[in-house]
């Protein structure tokens, strides 16, 4: 059984594979770099800030609560 591959053939199929792997790597690499802002978001001040609101608040609710 003889196996014989076009020229044409062998580019269509080497495109196909560089553009899914180019593909590849370009969502790859955007997810590693959302992952990365989310976790620098996470850390951040604003949140430290965000948190200390929500206690005063919850500390001034209870005393409303409690009157």
Do not use: H, P, W
């Not at 062998?10 to 990365?36: C, K, P, W």
């Not at 800030?49 to 409303?64: E, F, T, Y």
Request: glycine share 6%.
């Amino acid at each position: 059984m003889e196996f014989k591959l076009d020229i044409k053939t062998l580019l269509g199929v080497s495109a196909i594979i560089v553009t899914l792997a180019g593909f590849y790597y370009t969502t790859q690499m955007r997810l590693d770099r959302l992952e990365a802002s989310v976790g620098q978001n996470s850390s951040s001040g604003e949140l430290k800030s965000l948190k200390k609101q929500i206690q005063q608040l919850n500390k001034r609710v209870k005393k409303l609560e409690n009157k």
